[in-house]
């Protein structure tokens, strides 16, 4: 069975930090890039970056970007999201996802998905 799991969230004050990781087990995802995404109530899911898993490009959106890293440990099958500087607005339930495609960019093809997990930053 193919599992992401993420954990590491919580609750963080304004300027804090946070380190969100996302295990894969029931397959490796050598081919497969490694997206974030994030939902905050009532608003849509976002892309918040993403890296692909051979060669570590990354991305992020304009609203992250200077503040979050993605890294990735193919070893363990587990990428990460380090937040720092974080913002009330970036309370949201975050989810990783894996990108069929292999780069983990906005425009992918997520075709697994973790069950999520809460931030949430208080001011």
């Known amino acids: 069975q193919v599992q992401l799991v993420e954990s590491g969230g919580g609750l963080v004050q304004a300027g804090g930090s946070l380190r969100l990781s996302c295990a894969a087990s029931?397959?490796?995802?050598?081919?497969?890039?490694m997206g974030w995404f994030r939902q905050a109530p009532g608003k849509e899911r976002e892309f918040v970056g993403g890296?692909?898993?051979?060669?570590?490009?990354?991305f992020y959106s304009d609203s992250v970007k200077g503040r979050f890293t993605i890294s990735r440990d193919n070893a363990k099958n587990t990428v990460y999201l380090q937040m720092n500087s974080l913002k009330p607005e970036d309370t949201a339930v975050y989810y990783c996802a894996a990108d069929r495609l292999g780069w983990g960019n906005p425009g992918g093809e997520y075709h697994y998905w973790g069950q999520g997990t809460q931030v949430t930053v208080s001011s």
């Open positions: 029931g397959r490796t995802f050598t081919n497969d890039g």
């Open positions: 890296i692909s898993w051979s060669l570590g490009r990354t």
